[in-house]
């Protein structure tokens, strides 16, 4: 998963164990995709996941795309829309496809 994402970042706390994450995808010019940003449920409400969102938008695979996507939940809709992003008008359907 870490070798074939283009962004990864984490944080660690100072007894070194991982606090935060967050990985995306990117063709390196238009658009990016942001899978998973995780934080430790004692780290949470501390601006970490603000942290992490803010700079894996800023690294070399990312800054240049035109277009970050992500997928969330409901709750956490609010948290993204902080952030910048944006609910999307879409009638497209996410669909998936899982190797058998």
């Given amino acids: 998963m870490l070798a074939g ?34 934080v430790a449920p004692e780290w949470r409400e ?3 996941g603000r942290a992490l969102v803010e700079r894996i938008l800023v690294t070399p ?3 240049r795309c ?3 996507d992500l997928v969330c939940k409901e709750e956490v809709a609010p948290f993204y829309e902080s952030l910048g ?6 009638d497209q359907l996410r669909m998936e496809w899982t190797r058998r």
């Fill in 5 to 38: 994402s283009d962004a990864v970042v984490s944080a660690v706390d100072d007894a070194g164990r991982l606090v935060g994450f967050a990985r995306a995808l990117s063709d390196g010019a238009y658009r990016s995709t942001i899978f998973d940003l995780i």
């Fill in 46 to 48: 501390r601006g970490l």
């Fill in 61 to 63: 695979a990312l800054e």
């Fill in 66 to 68: 035109r277009r970050t």
């Fill in 85 to 90: 992003f944006e609910r999307t008008a879409s």
